[in-house]
């Protein structure tokens, strides 16, 4: 379906990137180059529009995404800056889903880096065309040629650079626009248009000509008149290339400095013209159904963040999928079918919330006091059945448990961690119920430091970490008689029972069976039930060695009552007595859980990966191959994979990934019991 022309034209652009190439600076100059602001800020002064939180003014990196619009020729391009550093890449993620086109800033300072190819692998993956930016032109030791020659390894031939710089570092004068064949150089008085400078006219009509190459096979009329000698015009060529662009089947190069503000009113341009209408995939009925843009169309909303500011409380930040929005529309959510009333809308620019009466399909919209609105939920008319099921949860890397200051902090904290986990998709929070600690899963060190620092400053809370404990477990070494006798006689009423229990091991995993082989009423009826609690306690406490006890059969052969002081309660702590002398009289195992973990990695890291498995005690079921990934199925002890996420992803440059559950309980060596 033909997006509606009646409407404003909204897109959204996702800036991505490794660390420290200078999206939010980028971000800032495409809003100072299309007439959203006067001046740029910095990032080294925490006074960009999106580097204003004080955890990333501290650290220097964008921790979440960020947003303000771009107007170009009256179209409305949302541009989405995201954090480079690898441990927020689920906002890189996050914003891909939304985005009608993804920009990948590379500097030209230090190239194609791991983290570069991991970012590109994430747009792919997305179905987003790509626009390569090249910055960072006019810093020392910038070197275009070994940047462009680096991104041709990575994405092969349908790279195409549309512009070239003039000169480099502090020579760095201007652009070379490949297809119109003209200078560009950028001065107090704006850019400046003239002739190519003799200096670089023979380099500009070699990859000139690849260009226009690359451009006429897109189009079968353009290649027949091209070999035949003519020169399509500039029109043809354009409106070869925007299709081209749109459909991924060229990826372009523009290139400049954000700082310098040289070459982005162009790479502005560029993107009005590639962001075209993505169709957005959503699940209706159970069948995966493109929404195309169209504000004449149903009205659908996808959540892609929230925020909770200090002053508005908590902001849902949405797609317009399709459909227009206006201020006092009334929606469905899709995951919880709940009605969810909208009061006001706004658009973000930086942190700047500004009121709007609409928002047409392609556009971004925050609204505030949807307070059952979570990351990837779906909003839609009443009757629709969607489901987005879009937000893929990161496999954690690294989990720590919390200790606070004082005992009893556990709730305080609790509640503020859940309040982070709001805003932030990638942090889990759950309770280790070995330790009775709080365990937080994270996406690595700095992730970590983050999120300790908002606690410290939102919620005064004050945390120390220390790894979670190793699940653990005690076995009853071989099969035994127990006896369980309790006498007392305190004044009034005594406490009189006696148990005999025939205890035997079981396979670890069936935790616990209890038979009642009673006789003769040795053990009155409604006893049993308490002499069974009894046993279930004891297990639960823990046997000798201080762990909770696992896979043993406990059978009631015989036992003694008296008609005065016997009691449900004499008969439980009877039956914990028994079962406790039991297991010192033969002894326990300790037992540690083996988990069976799946990794999936490409084929080229597969043997680090299985290196890394050997060291820790791992023990390989399988290995197999999908193409380029090879999929390793382990078992590894619980014990030793804390870090394994953070492992895996420096053995694999961040493109593997892990699944870990249950699978069995073994014999703990020594190492570990005594750990
Ligand atoms: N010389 C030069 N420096 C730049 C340019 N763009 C950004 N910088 C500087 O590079 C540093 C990092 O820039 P940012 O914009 O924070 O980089 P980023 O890509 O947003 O980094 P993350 O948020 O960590 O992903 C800052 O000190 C910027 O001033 C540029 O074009 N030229
Ligand atoms: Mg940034």
């Given at each position: 379906?033909?997006?509606?022309?009646?409407?404003p034209?909204?897109?959204?652009?996702?800036?991505?990137g490794?660390?420290g190439?200078?999206?939010?600076?980028?971000?800032?100059a495409?809003?100072?180059?299309?007439?959203?602001?006067?001046?740029?800020?910095?990032?080294?002064?925490?006074?960009?529009?999106?580097?204003?939180?004080?955890?990333?003014?501290?650290h220097?990196?964008?921790?979440?995404?960020?947003?303000?619009?771009?107007?170009?020729?009256?179209?409305k391009?949302?541009?989405?800056?995201?954090?480079?550093?690898?441990?927020?890449?689920?906002e890189?993620?996050?914003?891909?889903?939304?985005?009608?086109?993804?920009v990948?800033?590379?500097?030209?300072?230090?190239g194609?880096?791991?983290?570069t190819?991991?970012?590109w692998?994430?747009?792919?993956?997305?179905?987003?065309?790509?626009?390569?930016?090249?910055?960072c032109?006019?810093?020392?030791?910038?070197?275009?040629e070994?940047?462009l020659?680096?991104?041709?390894?990575?994405?092969?031939?349908?790279?195409?650079?549309?512009?070239?710089?003039?000169?480099?570092?502090?020579s760095?004068?201007?652009i070379?626009?490949?297809?119109?064949?003209?200078?560009?150089?950028?001065g107090?008085?704006?850019?400046?248009?003239?002739?190519?400078p003799?200096?670089?006219?023979?380099?500009e009509?070699?990859?000139?000509?690849?260009l226009?190459?690359?451009?006429v096979?897109?189009?079968?009329?353009?290649?027949?008149?091209?070999?035949?000698?003519?020169v399509?015009?500039?029109?043809?060529?354009?409106?070869?290339?925007?299709?081209?662009?749109?459909?991924?089947t060229?990826?372009?190069?523009?290139?400049?400095?954000?700082?310098?503000?040289v070459g982005?009113d162009?790479?502005?341009?560029?993107?009005?013209?590639?962001?075209?209408?993505?169709?957005?995939?959503?699940?209706?009925?159970?069948?995966?159904?493109?929404?195309?843009?169209?504000?004449?169309?149903?009205?659908?909303?996808?959540?892609?963040?929230?925020?909770?500011?200090?002053?508005?409380?908590r902001?849902?930040?949405?797609?317009?999928?399709?459909?227009?929005?206006?201020?006092d529309?009334?929606?469905?959510?899709?995951?919880t079918?709940?009605?969810?009333?909208?009061?006001?809308l706004?658009?973000?620019f930086?942190?700047?919330?500004?009121?709007?009466?609409?928002?047409?399909a392609g556009?971004?919209v925050?609204?505030?006091k949807?307070?059952?609105?979570?990351?990837?939920?779906?909003?839609?008319?009443?009757?629709?059945?969607?489901?987005?099921g879009?937000v893929?949860?990161p496999?954690?890397?690294?989990?720590?448990?919390?200790v606070g200051?004082?005992?009893?902090?556990?709730?305080?904290?609790?509640?503020?961690?859940?309040?982070?986990?709001?805003?932030?998709?990638?942090?889990?929070?759950?309770?280790?119920?070995?330790?009775?600690?709080?365990?937080?899963?994270?996406?690595?060190?700095?992730?970590?430091?983050?999120?300790?620092?908002?606690?410290?400053?939102?919620?005064?809370?004050?945390?120390?970490?220390?790894?979670?404990?190793?699940?653990l477990?005690e076995?009853?070494?071989a099969a035994c008689?127990?006896?369980?006798?309790?006498?007392?006689?305190?004044?009034?009423?005594?406490?009189?029972?006696?148990?005999?229990?025939?205890?035997?091991?079981?396979?670890?995993?069936?935790?616990?069976?209890?038979?009642?082989?009673?006789?003769?009423?040795?053990?009155?009826?409604?006893?049993?039930?308490?002499?069974?609690?009894?046993?279930?306690?004891?297990?639960?406490h823990?046997?000798?060695?201080?762990?909770?006890?696992?896979?043993?059969?406990?059978?009631l052969?015989?036992?003694?009552?008296?008609?005065?002081?016997?009691?449900?309660?004499?008969?439980?702590?009877?039956?914990?007595?028994?079962?406790?002398a039991?297991?010192?009289?033969?002894?326990?195992?300790?037992?540690?859980?083996?988990?069976?973990?799946?990794?999936?990695?490409?084929?080229?890291?597969?043997g680090?990966?299985?290196?890394?498995?050997?060291?820790?005690r791992g023990?390989?079921?399988?290995?197999e191959?999908?193409?380029l990934?090879a999929v390793?199925t382990?078992?590894?002890?619980?014990?030793e994979?804390?870090?394994?996420?953070?492992e895996?992803?420096?053995?694999?440059?961040?493109?593997?990934?892990?699944?870990?559950?249950?699978?069995h309980?073994a014999?703990?060596?020594?190492?570990?019991t005594?750990?």
């Open positions: 379906m033909v997006p509606s022309l009646s409407h034209k909204a897109r959204t652009v996702a800036l991505v490794r660390s190439v200078g999206k939010t600076s980028l971000l800032e495409l809003v100072v180059a299309t007439g959203g602001l006067d001046r740029p800020g910095k990032v080294e002064e925490g006074t960009t529009l999106c580097g204003t939180d004080p955890e990333e003014r501290k220097q990196i964008s921790l979440g995404i960020a947003m303000a619009p771009v107007w170009v020729g009256g179209d391009l949302t541009i989405l800056d995201t954090p480079g550093f690898i441990d927020f890449h689920g890189v993620e996050r914003a891909l889903d939304v985005a009608d086109v993804a990948l800033v590379v500097s030209a300072v230090d194609v880096q791991a983290d190819v991991v970012v692998h994430l747009a792919r993956e997305a179905g987003v065309p790509v626009v390569v930016f090249v910055n032109l006019d810093a020392e030791r910038a070197n275009f070994s940047t020659s680096a991104l041709e390894r990575l994405i092969g031939p349908t790279l195409a650079p549309l512009e070239l710089p003039m000169g480099e570092g502090a760095f004068e201007g070379i626009d490949l297809l119109a064949d003209e200078a560009i150089t950028y107090v008085g704006g850019p400046q248009h003239g002739p190519i003799s200096g670089f006219a023979e380099i009509a070699r990859v000139r000509s690849s226009l190459e690359a451009i096979v897109g189009d079968d009329s353009l290649t027949e008149r091209y070999l035949e000698g003519e399509p015009s500039m029109e043809e060529l354009e409106a070869v290339l925007a299709h081209l662009m749109v459909s991924g060229i990826v372009p190069v523009a290139c400049g400095s954000a700082i310098r503000a982005i162009r790479l502005a341009s560029l993107l009005d013209e590639i962001a075209e209408s993505r169709p957005i995939p959503v699940l209706e009925d159970g069948n995966e159904v493109p929404l195309s843009r169209d504000s004449d169309a149903d009205l659908v909303l996808r959540a892609f963040k929230v925020i909770v500011d200090p002053y508005v409380g902001i849902v930040v949405m797609e317009v999928v399709s459909g227009t929005i206006t201020s529309a009334s929606l469905v959510n899709a995951r079918k709940s009605e969810e009333r909208l009061h006001g706004n658009y973000l930086g942190s700047k919330l500004i009121p709007i009466d609409k928002g047409y556009d971004v925050a609204v505030a949807l307070n059952n609105v979570v990351v990837g939920d779906l909003l839609t008319r009443r009757g629709r059945n969607m489901s987005g879009l893929s949860a496999t954690p890397a690294l989990s720590v448990a919390l200051s004082s005992h009893g902090d556990d709730d305080k904290i609790a509640t503020a961690l859940h309040r982070l986990a709001e805003e932030d998709p990638s942090l889990r929070v759950r309770h280790d119920p070995v330790s009775r600690r709080l365990v937080i899963d994270v996406m690595g060190d700095v992730h970590l430091q983050v999120t300790l620092e908002r606690l410290r400053r939102r919620f005064n809370v004050e945390v120390a970490t220390t790894p979670p404990s190793v699940e477990f076995t009853i070494a008689d127990a006896e369980g006798r309790l006498k007392k006689q305190t004044g009034g009423h005594g406490q009189y029972a006696v148990v005999n229990l025939k205890i035997e091991p079981l396979e670890p995993t069936a935790s616990f069976e209890f038979v009642d082989a009673v006789v003769g009423g040795a053990v009155p009826r409604q006893y049993i039930g308490a002499v069974r609690n009894g046993v279930e306690k004891a297990m639960t823990g046997g000798p060695k201080g762990h909770p006890v696992v896979g043993l059969r406990a059978t052969v015989d036992g003694k009552h008296h008609s005065v002081d016997s009691s449900e309660a004499a008969f439980e702590t009877a039956a914990s007595m028994g079962l406790r039991a297991l010192e009289e033969v002894g326990t195992t300790v037992l540690e859980r083996i988990m069976v973990v799946t990794t999936t990695v490409p084929s080229e890291h597969l680090d990966v299985l290196n890394d498995l050997s060291v820790r023990r390989v079921i399988g290995t191959h999908e193409e990934t390793v382990a078992h590894v002890p619980e014990a994979l804390h870090r394994y996420g953070l895996l992803r420096n053995i694999t440059s961040g493109r593997g990934h892990v699944r870990i559950a249950l699978h309980l014999e703990a060596p020594k190492t570990v005594s750990r």
